[in-house]
């Protein structure tokens, strides 16, 4: 039986009068056209069975409606082939582009699979509390190997796809085999993505920085805002970004200061005269502190941390849950240090001695009195 035998009745008789590829048009557009009605009409059936209240499964089906009305109109199309009447060549080349497409369409739904496994594993944690250690770990994990998951499966899924292609495939196999060369050169050249790529994969399992991490890297300090494949992105305090490869977290020592307990004590150093009252001041800082909406109510304390030929070092400490509380933290017990000490001791802030010897006894006798004057009394 030949091939225009086995067409349907209707499209032999429109053969007589119009071209076959305007009928075969035809027909792949109608069943193309037939599946996105058939999406539409099944995807608001869902979304109002299902109701507005659910909200996560309604992100959800927006999520997976491009993915699904891709699958209908592929399979409309596939089924509608056999009966458009095309050319063995036309057939076969279009078999072969819904073949690249069923491939790609395979890997557009890894891809969210992943997703979605994601964010359904991360919904059980909260990262909007003070004590939050936990829920970053598995948030940071889930991060860092999805994204390099997805790389994975974007890799194979081009490689499938060329592969499926008879001429790309032979060229690929003669480029392999008789370029060695070139196979060095490209290694080289993807030996930067392959290192970030593996050190996601090490970050991700021990963790040495997590999302939210108070970080100094090249002495500025900052929070770990996101993690991507390649690089982590470093929140600066003053809200500037520090763009860092994924290697150099393996390779280069950094200060992780959250790295075991969000909680941090935070540390003012004053430098005063000898003769200021510690034990005034002391006294002051618990007040201070207290007295604060940042402060944890673990550690309050002031030592004498030094002492040099002009003046001492004070060093109070007070703790906060996390950084940016005892940054704000530390701020505010140096404004109300200072100024207890310019209101109450201002005697107390860093002088300069220096003893005169061998002077001249007219610059003694000259020298204008240091004590106070009495007023002169008036006349009776």
């Known amino acids: 039986m030949t091939a225009a035998a086995r067409l349907p009745w209707w499209i032999r008789d429109l053969g007589h009068y119009l071209p076959g590829w305007l009928i ?36 959800l089906i927006s999520r997976v409606f491009g993915a699904t009305r891709f699958a209908l109109v592929l399979a409309a199309v596939a089924l509608a082939l056999p009966i458009a009447p095309l050319s063995h060549a036309t057939a076969l080349l279009i078999a072969q582009i819904l073949a690249i497409c069923f491939t790609l369409l395979t890997g557009w739904a890894a891809l969210m699979a992943i997703e979605l ?16 250690l936990l829920a970053r770990k598995h948030l940071t994990q889930v991060r860092v190997l999805r994204r390099a998951t997805e790389t994975v499966v974007i890799m194979i899924t081009i490689a499938v796809a060329l592969m499926s292609i008879p001429q790309v495939r032979q060229f690929g196999v003669s480029l392999i085999a008789s370029a060695g060369a070139a196979g060095i050169i490209v290694g080289l050249a993807a030996r930067p993505v392959l290192t970030n790529l593996i050190a996601g994969v090490q970050i991700a399992i021990t963790q040495p920085i997590r999302i939210g991490d108070a970080v100094v ?44 307990s ?46 040099s030929d002009r003046c ?42 220096a003893e005169l010897q061998g002077l001249p006894s007219e610059i003694g006798m000259h020298a204008a009195p240091t004590g106070p004057r009495r007023p002169a009394r008036a006349d009776a």
């Open 262 to 307: 969000s909680e941090l004590i935070g540390t003012v150093l004053l430098w005063v005269d000898y003769t200021t009252p510690v034990e005034q001041v002391r006294q002051q800082l618990t007040e201070i502190v207290k007295a604060s909406k940042l402060w944890d109510g673990r550690v309050v304390n002031l030592q004498v941390t030094d002492a």
């Open 24 to 59: 075969s048009l035809v027909v792949l557009t109608a069943a193309a056209a037939l599946a996105l009605f058939f999406h539409r009409t099944i995807m608001r059936l869902i979304r109002r069975l299902i109701g507005a209240d659910h909200l996560f499964v309604q992100s």
């Open 117 to 132: 496994a994601g964010d359904f594993y991360i919904r059980r944690f909260r990262i909007d509390v003070a004590n939050n």
């Open 312 to 353: 001492i070092e004070l060093r109070a400490l007070a703790s906060a849950e996390n950084s940016q509380e005892v940054w704000d933290l530390r701020c505010e017990i140096r404004e109300k240090l200072i100024a207890f000490l310019q209101e109450n001791y201002p005697g107390a802030l860093p002088k300069q001695r």
């Open 217 to 260: 890297v090249e002495n500025e300090w900052g929070w770990v805002e996101e993690i991507n494949g390649t690089y982590v992105v470093i929140q600066i305090w003053d809200w500037r970004r520090m763009i860092v490869p994924l290697s150099y977290f393996l390779q280069t020592p950094f200060q992780n200061w959250t790295r075991v």
